[in-house]
């Protein structure tokens, strides 16, 4: 499967790893982003620059895209200078968390210039597409996905959700859910712990063995926050996004979010102390300050 000529919009923190896994495989890419710094090292490996999203559709079949919120993939699907404007495209692939109600509205509008949309949201972090170990979660026609199987698998670890459009946004919705609430309230349990006294790694080595342990204390604790450096790799404005819209599609279906929207309150609390470009790790430093003690390894 290599040699084929793909489209990327959104090369940037996530889009740039994934970006260049299809030209380690073999293929080539037109590439757009706003940010020319996105852009630059990938130009430097031989991507052609595209003007707007229209202008990657009308140089590839396939276009991925990996955007940070929902509005804005929509336009750069819909608008008037998005993906569905191009002349040669066939597949819109979204790799961005956009939610399930963005994903079907991108869906139908496509549905009308006979694009298949694709929902292919990833969980993983920078390593993960940086290292082609992704999980990622997939919901489009069946036939659809065996195509492009092949090709996703260059990122990692596909998953077929089912055919409905924003299927796969709500398994990554509930997954990053977890994974917020995971961090909340371990950021809790160590700040106590570190406020009555214990030492913060002897209660990482007693969690990460009994029931408590989770993917904040196996992973975000020992690399991000007992070292201090808040450098996890996902932002806090993106992981406040992210709950916020799983709130909204949980109301929609009638589902209560009681612990769901006290973790949206923290990661609230944390983006205005800290600013949407922080660490989510930062969520810590929020409860730290509250009880004046920090934890450190």
Known sequence: MTG???GFVGVGRMGGHMAVRLLDAGH??????ASEAALEPLLARGCHRAESAAAVASEAEIVFASLPTPAIVEKAALGETGAIKGSKIKTFIDMSTSGPRAAQRVAQGLAEKKIVAVDAPVSGGLAGAKNGTLAVMVSCPKPTYEALEPILKNFGKLFF???KPGAA???KLANNLL???ALAISSEAMVMGAKAGLDAQTMLDVINVSSGRNSATQDKFPKSILPRTFDFG???GLSYKDVCLCLDEAESLGVPMIVGSAVRQLLAVTQALYGPESDF???CKSVEQW??????G
């Open 4 to 6: 084929k000529h793909f």
């Open 28 to 33: 080539t890419l037109s590439v757009f982003d």
């Open 161 to 163: 959700v089912g055919e």
């Open 169 to 171: 946004q709500t398994m």
């Open 179 to 181: 994974a917020a609430c």
């Open 234 to 236: 996902f932002a806090t």
């Open 281 to 283: 790790t930062s969520i």
């Open 291 to 296: 009880a004046k003690v920090e934890v450190r």
